[in-house]
């Protein structure tokens, strides 16, 4: 399968291992973002002052961990390693 855009030609098939590569990837920044998400949690339980501070640090970082894996998602949809399907019923 060949993609046709004006800039890139790249074609899909010489890298079958990339599509796994890249669900690895998304499931580890996603683990990442669950991770920071409890830790900011954490943070928040424990009434330390100092920890208000951890709390809007981890919290940053979760937002962080999202947008790169929004632009790796958008990335990877453009490149062709993953597709959308719909749902079967």
């Known amino acids: 399968m ?3 855009y004006p800039l ?7 890298l079958p291992g990339r599509v796994m590569l890249i669900k690895i990837v998304v499931v580890v ?6 991770f920071s998400l ?4 954490r943070s928040l339980v424990s009434n330390k002052q100092d920890d208000q ?4 640090r981890f919290l940053a ?6 947008v790169v894996l929004l ?3 958008g990335f990877a949809f453009f490149m062709g390693w993953i ?4 749902l079967r019923g």
Do not use: C, E, K, W
């Not at 920044?29 to 669950?34: E, T």
């Open 61 to 66: 970082y979760r937002v962080g961990f999202s």
């Open 8 to 14: 890139l030609y790249f074609d899909v098939t010489l």
């Open 71 to 73: 632009l790796l998602l």
């Open 29 to 34: 920044v996603l683990l990442l973002i669950a």
């Open 83 to 86: 597709q959308p399907h719909g």
């Open 2 to 4: 060949m993609l046709n």
């Open 38 to 41: 409890f830790s900011a949690l």
């Open 53 to 56: 501070y951890r709390t809007v």
